[in-house]
């Protein structure tokens, strides 16, 4: 490989290192997603971790491997979800002290959790808005007081700990063709496909990114990590604005594809995952699954492990899920329907306009005080993407002027 590494990654020791601490999760193979791809689809199961994500792996390989006067010293890290807690976890086991730093706007939820995991070693400090003020901050700390700061992906030995993911996928399914892997930093990808390559040079490693994020994406196009302006961060554990400089290399060496998915597909899959399968993955974690519609021909009769990476999905973000995947499939639809000036036209619009199986799910007038004849807020909910066509028609031959607002990006986010 053209990456430039002076250590070379020993993901068999990080193994041995991360026993007693991380658990080993299932690989399970999942009947009715191998039958709708005609392949024999597993799912390595990160959700289940005790922290209910990968990154606990890094975190431990990494500040296990430091020399004693570094752990005197303590760790500092700066995040908003699940490396925080990687850390956390990591400093109550080492029995050493560790500074948190995390946005002020991050949800109480997941500062409780990370509490939890850290204990009486942790300190956690919320400031900023933004990550990167956040981690501004974060390493300001570090160097003000002699401490090691954690990385959350642009490390050997944090990449290391990742792909022990990657040694257990190989243990329990040698026979493996395909590798979907979740992006972010990269770390996971660099770590899993850097050891499957190694045993399997004919196998292939599928990189998934968000829409809305797509970092990875636009590193590999243009040759170099670049900073990304404003990002989607609805998947949050997925939503970077910049990858690292050594995971950039060894994704790029290493990965077959890079796939943009939809957030709205995202999200589906999050619905059908915990209404089929009973498994409740956070955004980031459904993103392999994802991705399986977009390569469909080139998998069938082939043997693929798509990485579910994790599972903190906080429900109050359900209803938020829901309706993207609505939006997505073409089944909620919103308008700013203006009634005719004649009495009973709402009635009519409910009667006549709505379809048999259609829904009004929101209802409001934009002008207060001019009801019954002015503009409304109206959104459908379909029983089948095919209503639409039928839905409008009716709408122009009764007369309703309409604005198709999930066809205007602006104003849908200015009113919906």
């Known amino acids: 490989m053209s990456v430039e590494k002076e250590v070379v990654l020993d993901f068999l020791a990080a193994a041995e290192r991360l026993k007693g601490t991380v658990k080993r999760t299932p690989l399970e193979y999942n009947a009715g997603l191998s039958k709708t791809y005609q392949a024999n689809i597993y799912l390595k199961r990160e959700d ?8 606990l792996r890094g975190a431990y390989n990494m500040i296990s491997t430091l020399e004693p006067e570094q752990m005197a010293q303590g760790v500092v ?37 990370t509490e939890m995991f850290g204990g009486d070693h942790i300190e956690i400090i919320l400031v900023g808005d933004t990550f990167d003020d956040c981690l501004k901050e974060a390493l300001e700390y570090t160097a003000a007081n002699g401490m090691t700061f954690i990385p959350p992906f642009d490390n050997t030995k944090v990449i290391e700990g990742q792909g022990t993911v990657g040694v257990e996928i190989f243990e329990d399914l040698p026979e493996l063709d395909v590798v979907i892997m979740p992006i972010g930093g990269g770390g996971l990808a660099s770590g899993v496909g850097s050891y499957l390559r190694n045993l ?61 998915i939809p957030e709205g597909k995202i999200c589906t899959t999050i619905l059908k995952l915990y209404n089929e399968d009973a498994i409740v993955v956070e955004p980031a974690g459904a ?32 209803q938020e899920i829901k ?94």
């Open 287 to 318: 993103l392999a699954v994802a991705s399986l519609d977009q390569i469909k021909t080139q998998i069938i009769g082939k043997t693929v492990v798509c990485i579910v990476s994790g599972g903190n999905n906080d429900i109050e973000r359900m």
């Open 200 to 260: 399997k040079p004919g196998i292939q490693l599928i990189g998934v990114e968000p829409e809305g994020a797509p970092s990875m994406k636009h590193a590999l196009n243009t040759g170099a990590p670049v900073l990304l302006g404003d990002i989607d961060r609805f998947v949050d554990g997925a939503a970077v604005k910049r990858v690292g400089n050594l995971t950039f290399e060894y994704c790029r060496e290493l990965l077959n594809q890079m796939l943009l």
């Open 77 to 113: 890290c700066a995040s908003a979800g699940n490396h925080a807690q990687g850390v956390a976890h990591s400093c109550k086991k080492l029995n050493i002290k560790g500074v948190i730093f995390m946005p002020e706007i991050t949800p109480r939820q997941k500062v409780k959790q």
């Open 323 to 416: 309706e993207k995947s609505l939006l997505f499939e073409g089944l909620k639809h919103y308008f700013i329907v203006r009634f005719p000036q004649r009495p009973g036209a709402l009635k009519l619009f409910v009667n006549n306009v709505l379809g048999p199986h259609d829904d009004i799910t929101r209802f409001e007038f934009i002008k207060k005080t001019n009801r019954e004849n002015g503009p409304a807020l109206v959104g459908i909910e379909l029983a089948k993407p095919t209503d639409y066509d039928a839905l409008l028609q009716r709408m122009k031959e009764f007369k309703f002027e309409i604005i198709e607002l999930n066809n205007d990006q602006t104003l849908f986010e200015y009113l919906v």
């Open 48 to 55: 289940l971790q005790l922290v209910r994500s990968y990154k």
